[in-house]
């Protein structure tokens, strides 16, 4: 079992920027992934990487923008969501995903066996 505790969300004007964090209680994962999911709205794929960080994807609404990324040590994996130039309509619950069977990245949030439990995040205009 691998728990997932997320930080660094808030309230931010539009144009201004965000770090998200993401601890993995074990050093297991494979691949790790940003969902976000909006009043009304399915949830859905932000950024994704693989264990190695050598690999990421990202929603086309937020490329150029937000930059994944990750950070292992011996006991643990972090990965990190930089978001910058956001906009209102970034304003979401953000929610960090993993699974450790899988070595591609994966869009679909059925992919993913681990969550977070959210972290809210507001572009005011």
């Known amino acids: 079992q691998v728990e997932l505790v997320e930080s660094g969300g808030g309230l931010v004007q539009t144009g201004g920027s965000l770090k998200l964090s993401c601890v993995a209680s074990?050093?297991?994962?494979?691949?790790m992934g940003w969902f976000r999911q909006a009043p009304g709205k399915e949830r859905e794929f932000v950024a994704g990487?693989?264990?190695?960080?050598?690999?990421?994807?990202?929603a086309d609404s937020v490329k150029g923008r937000f930059t994944i990324t990750i950070v292992r040590d011996n006991k643990k994996d972090t990965v990190y969501l930089q978001m910058n130039s956001l906009k209102p309509e970034d304003t979401a619950v953000y929610y960090c995903?993993?699974?450790?069977?899988?070595?591609?990245?994966?869009?679909?949030?059925?992919?993913?066996?681990?969550w977070g439990q959210g972290t809210q995040v507001t572009v005011s205009s």
């Open positions: 995903a993993a699974d450790a069977t899988r070595w591609a990245i994966s869009t679909s949030q059925y992919s993913y066996a681990y």
């Open positions: 074990a050093r297991t994962t494979s691949i």
């Open positions: 990487i693989t264990w190695s960080g050598g690999r990421t994807s990202y």
